[in-house]
């Protein structure tokens, strides 16, 4: 069975940091591009970033961009999502996902993590 587990996140104040955690099992995700994506109570998936795995290209939200660095150790099958400078807008449900993504869209998914909660106090 393949599974994406996410771990990391917790609740901490405006200006802090968290590092989210992805790590596969079941399979290999390193032909996957993999990204990340987030779901404030009554809002749509949203996307946050992903990492490409021809090339590692990346690509963030506007939101995030010059916040949040995601990487992947392809050696020890985990992507993770580095955010800093949190602030209470960034409060959500962090999704890992893997697929193949042209326009960051969460439809373009193919596997799923459980999500893991982030709040941040202001």
Known sequence: QVQLVESGGG???????????????????????????????GKEHEFVSVIRWAGGSTDYAESVKGRFTISRDDANNTVYLQMNSLKPEDTAVYYCAAGYYRRNNP????????????????
């Open 11 to 41: 609740l901490v104040q405006a200006g802090d940091s968290l590092r989210l955690s992805c790590a596969p099992s079941g399979r290999t995700f390193m032909m996957y591009d993999m990204g990340w994506f987030r779901q404030a109570p």
């Open 107 to 122: 439809d373009e998914s193919t596997y799923w993590g459980q999500g893991t909660q982030v709040t941040v106090s202001s």
